[in-house]
């Protein structure tokens, strides 16, 4: 079997990667200086060359009369003091060649004869005596005869060496560059990917169980730091939708149970019994009925609950809430016989879920009637404040003890003996529809002697014209039923 094969690491990868493109750019940049460099220089040594030229051609042209040209050649080149490296070289009209001090290896140079012989051009590069020489060549002429030709050469040693120096000290500039960019972006990569890591890890120690694990990251606020913040609250919201998954599952077990064992009691007897008696079956069986009903009415509401933590549980839409409040009373006062109030009720178009909205009105409405008596009053008061839309059911029943009005809003909480036949289930569900709506739900005293229970909703907030949230023309009179 063949060995696994071994993956680099992210940062040695992302580095080498880097490094290439580095290398590429540097190599470029590199190529373009050292090219400008030796263009350079061989443009200031032809510069020089040939004005040595051209002061040698202006001087025989203006030589005292009757000297010849090889006599003003042989004294010129006596008296020139030429710059280091250069020389020059006059070729005569019988063909011999007359030149400065140390140009004896360039006089008697066959490359600079043919090129003399067969030149198409006033510049080139010769070898000679393996040395480079740059050679620059200017006609000499008298009353426009052509009498001999001025070459200027200089030595290329020293421009070479130059040029040398110049690439020396530009690839250990580009390497020093190159090292430095590879190994910054290799340490703050490590540096990065080691937070990178530590999250990968506490994610899997999340998913082994350890739901208290959490980064707790107080370094810098970029990209990955906000990454950690992040990873901690989601950390934080499935550490508590586990938490309340298990209290969920508790509850249920616990409140199931005792339906359950009366149903299986009651069969128990009526099969010991024979089920002799036809009374005692029917009474039996409607009471197993009953119980079964009630334990389908508390799934249908813990399903509600669990469908309320889901991202679609809401399907908004328009809603005048003058009309909703209205049809809700309606509804209502076939519950009960009680004295129905309604408030005047802002002239408010909201964006909301009605029919989840509802149902919890509704939930509260029940309540209330759960909690009065015949002749009593409940009262759903609507109303608009700093933006939120408040929706308040109001009775006049006993009310609920202030220690209380913050456990009554959990699952199976019971507020007290008048709602003992209830699942429990009814605030807790109002408060998810009201958290879902991104609002909030407060249990306090009513103006009529008994509980007050609101719905804040932060739906009436926000641009109106695109929204269609709030468009309030003023109040209605009172209605009451």
């Known amino acids: 079997m063949s060995a696994r094969r071994t993956r680099l690491g992210t940062a040695t990868r992302l580095t080498a990667f880097l490094g290439l493109i580095l290398a590429t750019v540097l190599g470029l940049a590199l190529t373009g200086l050292l090219r400008a460099f030796s263009s350079q220089s061989d443009a200031s040594t032809t510069r020089s060359l040939v004005a040595e030229v051209q002061a040698l051609a202006r001087a025989a042209s203006q030589r005292p009369a009757g000297q010849s040209l090889p006599v003003f050649t042989d004294n010129y080149l006596r008296a020139r003091v030429l710059p280091d490296g250069e020389t020059l070289v006059v070729a005569l009209p019988n063909g011999a060649l007359v030149g400065s001090a140390g140009s004896d290896a360039l006089v008697h140079s066959p490359q600079l004869t043919s090129w003399l012989a067969g030149r198409t051009g006033s510049k080139t590069h010769l070898t000679v005596a393996h040395r480079h020489y740059l050679a620059v060549a200017v006609p000499v002429g008298s009353g426009g005869v052509e009498l001999g030709q001025v070459i200027a050469a200089a030595d290329l ?17 580009a390497l020093i ?11 703050l990569l490590r540096r ?5 890591r530590l999250i990968t890890a506490t994610a899997e120690d999340i998913g082994s169980g350890a739901l208290d694990r959490r980064l707790r990251h107080t370094g810098d606020t970029d990209e990955v730091g906000q990454l950690a913040t992040t990873f901690d609250a989601m950390a934080d919201q499935l550490a508590d939708a586990m938490q309340t998954q298990r209290r969920l599952l508790s509850d249920v077990s616990h409140q199931l149970r005792t339906p359950l064992t009366v149903a299986r009691g009651h069969l128990e007897v009526l099969a010991r019994n024979s089920a002799s008696d036809p009374d005692e079956v029917h009474a039996t069986v409607a009471l197993v009925l009953d119980e079964i009903e009630h334990m389908k009415a508390m799934v249908e509401r813990l399903l509600m609950l669990g469908r309320a933590m889901e991202p679609d549980f809401l399907e908004p839409e328009p809603v005048d809430l003058r009309s909703f409040c209205l049809d809700l009373v309606d509804t209502a006062q076939v519950l009960a016989s009680r004295r129905w109030l309604l408030p005047a009720v802002p002239d408010v178009v909201v964006v909301v879920d009605a029919a989840k909205l509802r149902g919890a009105v509704l939930n509260l409405i029940d309540n209330a009637v759960r909690a009065t008596r015949d002749g009593d009053v409940i009262a759903v008061v609507v109303g608009v404040d700093n933006g939120d839309v408040v929706i308040a059911v109001e009775d006049s029943g006993p009310g609920i003890p202030p220690e209380r009005r913050v456990a009554v809003l959990e699952r199976f909480a019971r507020p007290g003996a008048a709602d003992s036949e209830g699942s429990g289930l009814g ?3 109002v408060r ?16 009529y002697g008994g509980c007050r229970v609101a719905l804040r909703l932060p739906v009436a907030t926000g641009d ?4 269609d949230v709030m468009a309030v023309a003023g109040e209605e009179p009172t209605c009451v039923s």
């Open 157 to 173: 040693a020293q421009p070479t060496h130059d040029l040398q120096r110049v690439r020396a000290l530009a690839v250990g500039e």
């Open 432 to 447: 998810a529809v009201a958290e879902a709506h991104g609002g909030s739900v407060t249990v306090g005293e009513s103006a």
């Open 427 to 429: 605030l807790a569900i």
């Open 177 to 187: 560059a190159l090292l430095a960019g590879c190994l910054g972006t290799y340490l």
């Open 192 to 196: 990065l990917l080691r937070r990178v």
């Open 464 to 467: 109106a014209a695109s929204h």
